[in-house]
């Protein structure tokens, strides 16, 4: 069992940035693949980024790609979202995913087996 809370939402303005953070409960961070999703209101939950277990490799949605960075801290069993140049298109509910033993390449929300219970971040224009 794995538990994830998300923090690091809020409102920002267009152009600027934000950093998610998720931080995961359990001694096998390592072994999960991790994902970052958003939902904004009407919309399915959507793939934003991916990380592989080590880090070293990832994968991003088209709308955010050369803008978002996504990393992670296995000795602090903590995942990031780096947000910048964030635009209003932008605003949902950010939620953190851990895939069992998956890869960078899971980008469907069934591929993960955890999920946080979301953090709002707002962008005004």
């Known amino acids: 069992q794995v538990q994830l809370v998300e923090s690091g939402g809020g409102l920002v303005q267009a152009g600027g940035s934000l950093r998610l953070s998720c931080a995961a409960s359990?001694?096998?961070?390592?072994?999960?693949?991790m994902g970052w999703f958003r939902q904004a209101p009407g919309n399915e939950r959507a793939f934003v980024a991916a990380i592989s277990r080590s880090g070293d490799a990832t994968r991003y949605a088209d709308s955010v790609k050369n803008r978002f960075i996504i990393s992670r801290d296995n000795t602090k069993n903590t995942v990031y979202l780096q947000m910048n140049s964030l635009k209003p298109e932008d605003t949902a509910v950010y939620y953190c995913?851990?895939?069992?033993?998956?890869?960078?390449?899971?980008?469907?929300?069934?591929?993960?087996?955890?999920w946080g219970q979301g953090t709002q971040v707002t962008v005004s224009s």
């Open positions: 359990g001694r096998t961070f390592s072994l999960y693949a």
């Open positions: 995913a851990a895939a069992f033993k998956a890869s960078a390449q899971t980008v469907s929300t069934t591929g993960y087996d955890y």
